[in-house]
């Protein structure tokens, strides 16, 4: 049986243990200075606070084993003490059987390479467009297999039908979100005296796990599951730890939001929809890419299966394969169907011909015009 060791990654630095008085701190009870030894006062010092404990160490945590095979030696697990211990919603899942597990497409034939085995599993039915209103109650925070981020499910309060979602960073049994996408409600309306007031109504609406139309977001709130338009649920952000950062919003002359620019972790700027769906937050299980697998066996219980060097095949097989020890042999890296794997084939923008030939007439122009 494994047992766990909680050991941080990174050691801080400790804070020194210190009897010594602080900083400007004021003694209570002064010397008093007398000549005569009868009426002498002796000096008794204050009694120093107790030695303060070590600061806890802070920062990344991962929970590690005892190194009684070589395959728990390396392994790194985030700390979720929180997930549900039993199996999922069973009336929203269904099992992944078939040619999906092993990368292919109807055919038979493989599309994806380096995928097949791997423990049974089920999907679970996410919704990522919320739009039934109400307050929804947490139940329980799930491992997903399918995915990185962890699951809420959660339960209407009103219809008490269940449902998936994707779970915010901090998201706990017990809480309780709201979908806001249907419109606002008519007690919160009223709430504001029947009149729309931004600050308020997002102080009373953005909290998190809470879902938003993209224009009832505050400016530089961070949001995950975004959509790209009204019709569509989310489509960015779905991963663990991914968020964007609302940056601006573009308005009509009637003060009516059409257009809202996201900033995402890449550092690209999107646009998305006014009525596009997002949540309030940051998706759960930020430190999942701090995990080590320990050994390769944990790899394939993933549906992960090897990744061959191409240089360690035959000449039949890949364009680097072949010769003796490790040469391409004279060959540009290209990837196992001829195509560049360096050099920004794949990234490079491509060149516009029109665009320098138009520049050229412009300079030609120029010239003759500085000539007459």
């Known amino acids: 049986m494994l047992q766990p060791r909680i050991r941080p990654i990174c050691t801080s630095c400790r804070s020194l243990l210190s009897s010594v008085r602080s900083y400007a701190t004021t003694v209570k009870e002064p010397i008093q200075a007398s000549t005569s030894t009868k009426d002498a006062t002796v ?163 953005a909290f998190r796990g809470n879902c938003l139309p993209m224009k009832m977001v505050p400016l530089g709130t961070q949001v995950y599951c975004v959509g790209s338009n009204p019709k569509r649920g989310a489509v960015f952000c779905r991963s663990a730890g991914t968020y964007a950062t609302v940056i601006s919003k573009e308005e009509t002359s009637k003060n009516r ?37 320990g050994k390769a066996g944990r790899s394939r219980w993933l549906n992960i299966r090897p990744t061959v060097r191409g240089v360690a095949m035959n000449a039949v097989d890949h364009p680097h394969g072949g010769g003796r020890g490790k040469s391409k042999g004279n060959v540009h890296p290209v990837s196992i169907w001829g195509t560049p794997a360096k050099g920004g084939y794949k990234t490079r923008k491509k060149r516009n011909p029109n665009k320098y030939v138009v520049q050229e007439r412009v300079r030609n122009q120029g010239k003759r015009r500085s000539k007459n």
């Open 43 to 205: 000096y008794t010092p204050p009694a120093t606070a107790p030695a303060t404990p070590m600061r806890r160490q802070g920062g990344l945590q991962m929970r590690t084993y005892k190194p009684r095979t070589p395959g728990v030696r390396h392994l790194r697990r985030p700390i979720n003490d929180h997930l549900w211990k039993g199996g999922p919603y069973r009336k929203l899942t269904f099992p992944k059987i078939g040619h999906g597990k092993g990368g292919r497409n109807n055919t038979g034939q493989i599309t994806v390479r380096h995928r097949g085995g791997g423990h049974r599993r089920r999907i679970r039915t996410v919704d990522f467009a919320r739009t039934d209103p109400g307050k929804h109650l947490v139940e329980r925070i799930e491992y997903d297999p399918n995915r990185s981020a962890h699951l809420a499910l959660i339960e209407n309060v009103d219809t008490k039908k269940k449902s998936y979602i994707i779970a915010a960073e901090g998201m706990r049994a017990g809480d309780t979100v709201e979908s806001f996408r249907s419109g606002i409600p008519a007690e919160l309306l009223k709430s504001m005296g029947g009149v729309v007031d931004p600050g308020m109504l997002a102080a009373k609406t």
């Open 257 to 293: 939001v059409t257009d809202v620019t996201v900033r995402l972790q890449s550092g690209e700027v999107r646009k998305v929809g006014a009525d596009a769906c997002a949540t309030i937050g940051v998706a759960s299980n930020p430190h999942h890419h701090f995990r080590q697998l």
